[in-house]
């Protein structure tokens, strides 16, 4: 299996609803990220976990929380999101921090 | 992390050779230069890294400058499923690295 699964492809939340995305791999990956992409903009990275620990946080606002359970599995929980958080929002997985990395698809998430 | 200076936007024939140049002229000696794309609506996707020596895939060819301040991307017979835009983007190993995009080169393929 070499593949970096995100779910859901699609999320429309409220500003005050409490949502989850999810990432997973089975590659044996070690270090997983989360990055928002705005349109016709380069991805920004917003977190990255190594060895379940998280290694960065790029100043993300607390709306974003992230959640690495094992090392198979990264999830993003949001709350109070913004209209203007709408993106799509990839995960990646890599060997180790320092590896080429393997990219989900995304969420395409929009808030209303 | 060293900055890097890439085109923003090429053309090539289908075909023909898709030369893609990046200018990093302050790398230091353990980053390598990684090239990733990623086409339209899609995560991106890992095509090639190297250090000094050039490099060879099945998908592409990575040309190095012997200063190492600056690489092409070589896709030799560029086709439609080519057309994304391709990041250059150093990175130390050994490090906790950031893997962070730049504004990349959108290359359009066209018949």
């Known amino acids: 299996d070499t593949e970096v699964t995100q779910t859901p492809k699609h999320l429309v939340m409220g500003m005050t609803n409490k949502k989850s995305l999810k990432c997973e791999q089975h590659m044996g990956h070690r270090a997983m990220y989360w990055y928002k992409q705005k349109a016709k903009k380069p991805p920004e990275l917003m977190f990255v976990?190594?060895?379940?620990?998280?290694?960065i946080n790029e100043s993300v606002p607390s709306r974003f929380s992230p959640e690495c359970p094992n090392s198979s599995l990264l999830n993003l929980h949001l709350h109070a999101l913004q209209p203007e958080d709408s993106a799509l929002y990839l995960c990646?997985?890599?060997?180790?921090?320092?590896?080429?990395?393997?990219f989900g698809q995304g969420t395409r998430l929009t808030v209303v | 992390d060293a900055k890097t200076t890439q085109p923003p936007s090429m053309d090539c024939a289908e075909g023909r050779a898709a030369n893609l140049p990046c200018n990093h002229s302050?790398?230091?000696?353990?980053?390598?230069v990684y090239w990733y794309r990623q086409i339209h609506s899609q995560g991106p996707q890992y095509i090639i890294h190297g250090l000094k020596n050039n490099e060879t895939n099945e998908m592409a060819s990575l040309i190095i400058t012997e200063d190492r301040k600056s690489s092409t991307l070589i896709l030799p017979h560029a086709t439609l499923r080519d057309t994304a835009v391709y990041y250059c983007i150093p990175q130390e190993w050994g490090g906790g690295n950031k893997l962070t995009f730049g504004t990349g080169t959108q290359l359009k393929v066209e018949l």
């Open positions: 302050t790398i230091s000696g353990n980053e390598y």
């Open positions: 976990y190594s060895y379940e620990k998280l290694s």
């Open positions: 990646a997985s890599s060997p180790r921090q320092d590896l080429e990395a393997f």
